[in-house]
């Protein structure tokens, strides 16, 4: 067993947690909504801020952040604050907009939605438990209060408002689970689709186990971006994450998650390291198709390419596939490729199905 696994006691027997969730829905290829094509996508405001509760138990504290003239104060409401996990809400509804958007359809702040579509989307449990769950987190989206001047859209100003502004339940199943949901949006958040200061998430995003590790890929994402690498010291990130953890117990969280990636390679779209209170993200894919000696030279796919092909390998490190398709294209003698994406696609399929990993 890897070093990098998780292990815990239950019941006195041993159980290990591998740092990555499960695929709850392996056979939805696609980020299911109205929209087929669209992706993950999260507004940037909030990925730069720590708006969102890392606690998995109720947090009741009044927050304050401030950085570069920036204040923001998050008031939670009688239940607790929203929570990073409650994120996937306002990322669906985000995702929803903006393939409208795309598709050149009106929007509006108000975002009509299946309640399956969603759990499914996010990676969530379909169960009664996981209706009872996204229940609670448009409870705490609606009763989080955040005052702030951050800029959205261009414009700055200080606001006092909720992530959401109302949620709706139109219509229930049989069994009383919820079914059709409206999602009134904020202006803050409508502000940041119809500017477009979103960026995509890659979709392994819900599958990240901790929410640390769902606030340290929101900010490497949004800071790091297509960059080959980006550092940031362990004390500025501990503050932009909204860790409350004495430093030397944010720095023993990051040392693990660190060690989980270096095994098991699991963080979204960045390698994540640590030295001497650094922490240093370095793009996979820049990392993976930069240029290279003739010797190793490789067909290029872009990051949603790389991205995209996990489906047809479910299981597999795509990076390691990748490393693979490109030694056999060099062993061939590197024959035309019209469609590199495409040809890549297919090996992965034909390699998932000699080799099932799941």
Known sequence: MGSGDERELSGGLEVVRQPLLPVRHPTQDLFICDILDAVPKDDMASMEHPVYSLSTKPDRAMRRYEHRGTVVEIVPSGIGLATIHDKDVLIYCISQLVAKMNRGEAIGRVVRLHAYDLLVATNRQTSGEGYKLLSDALTRLRGTTIRTNIKTGGEEETRVFGLIEEARISRKTFDGRMQDIEVTLSEWVYRSVVSKNVLTLHRDYFRLRKPIERRMYEIARKHCGQQPEWSIGLDLL???CG?????NVFRSLVKKICAHDSEHHHFPDYSVSMDSDMVRFVNRSV????????????PYLDAEQ???????APGYDIYVLYEEWASWWRDMEKPLLRKPASAFFGFCRKKSESRPLR
């Not at 860790?243 to 430093?247: G, N, T, V």
């Not at 990392?287 to 490789?298: F, G, R, S, T, V």
């Not at 790389?306 to 047809?312: C, G, I, Q, S």
């Open 238 to 240: 501990q503050k932009k």
């Open 243 to 247: 860790a409350s953890s004495p430093l």
């Open 287 to 298: 990392a993976l198709i930069e240029a290279a000696p003739d010797d190793n030279e490789k």
């Open 306 to 312: 790389l991205n995209e092909a996990k489906a047809f």
